[in-house]
C-alpha cells in the first residue's frame, strides 16, 4: 500500500507559477512510476507529466517548455514545478504512484486555479 498526499495548489494569476509536493508513503518509493494527472470540470482525468523510476519524463503537449516534473527519493516526494500557467491549467491535480496493475495508487487532489 501506498498513500500519497499532495499539496501546494491554490489560486494563481495567469502567467504565475506553482509548485506541487506529492509525498508518499507506506511503500517502497524509488520502484514507482509517479505521475501528475489533471481533471477539470466536465472533462476526462488527463495525464500531464510522469517521472520514471530511473527518471526519465514524458510531458503532454500543452505543458511541455513550461511544467517539469522531478522526484526526490530520499524525501519519497514528488513534485511538479508550474510556470506560465494559464487558465486553462485549471483543475484537480493528482498525484499517481505506478509499480504494476495491482500497485496503482492515487491521493486526493489539489485544486489549482488559474484566474485574474
Known amino acids: 500500500q501506498v498513500q500519497l498526499v499532495e499539496s501546494g495548489g491554490g489560486l494563481v494569476q495567469p502567467g504565475g507559477s506553482l509548485r506541487l509536493s506529492c509525498a508518499a508513503s507506506?511503500?517502497?518509493?524509488?520502484?514507482?512510476?509517479m505521475g501528475w494527472y489533471r481533471q477539470a470540470p466536465g472533462k476526462q482525468r488527463e495525464l500531464v507529466a510522469v517521472?520514471?523510476?530511473?527518471?526519465?519524463?514524458n510531458y503532454a503537449d500543452s505543458v511541455k517548455g513550461r511544467f517539469t516534473i522531478s522526484r526526490d527519493n530520499a524525501k519519497n516526494t514528488a513534485y511538479l514545478r508550474m510556470n506560465s500557467l494559464k487558465p486553462e491549467d485549471t483543475a484537480v491535480y493528482y498525484c499517481?504512484?505506478?509499480?504494476?496493475?495491482?500497485?496503482?495508487?492515487w491521493g486526493q487532489g489539489t485544486q489549482v486555479t488559474v484566474s485574474s
Open positions: 507506506g511503500s517502497i518509493f524509488s520502484i514507482y512510476a
Open positions: 517521472i520514471a523510476p530511473g527518471g526519465s519524463t
Open positions: 499517481n504512484a505506478h509499480a504494476t496493475s495491482l500497485n496503482n495508487y
